[in-house]
């Protein structure tokens, strides 16, 4: 036999508006982010590594070096916390957290004309 819930009983959704902004406003910090990669990072790193991802203060960075993964990730265990803090500061973002994952390479962008 089935329980039923009573009317009274609320279940807990999100406004899909909140999430909507929320989503439109990471995408945004995630453009500004990839166009001020090699700023932030140097122009060395912003050969293999780009930015994928924002979500709830985790910024995931792809790399698409796999000899230099490794490496990369021990370093940013020390340099990190003063990325973050550039980052946060210059983007109005609030990171707190960190990935580094294999990736392809970037896709490159082309302006196309018809």
């Known amino acids: 036999m089935r329980e039923k819930k009573g009317r ?4 807990r959704l999100s406004p ?13 910090k995630l453009e500004q ?11 060395g790193n912003s050969k293999i590594t780009y930015p994928i991802s924002i979500r709830n203060g985790l910024l995931v960075i792809g790399c698409h070096n ?7 990730r021990k370093s ?12 946060n500061s210059i983007l109005k973002l609030h990171l ?11 896709p490159e962008v082309t302006n196309q004309t018809n």
Request: aromatic fraction near 6%.
């Open 33 to 43: 982010l990839k166009n001020a990669w090699s700023y932030f990072v140097g122009h």
């Open 76 to 87: 940013a265990i020390k340099t990190w916390p003063d990325l973050c803090d550039r980052i």
């Open 8 to 11: 009274h009983e609320k279940e």
């Open 96 to 106: 707190d957290s960190l990935e580094i994952v294999p990736c392809d390479p970037e």
């Open 66 to 72: 796999m000899s230099v993964l490794e490496d990369l």
């Open 16 to 28: 899909i508006g909140h999430i909507i902004s929320k989503n439109s406003a990471e995408l945004i």
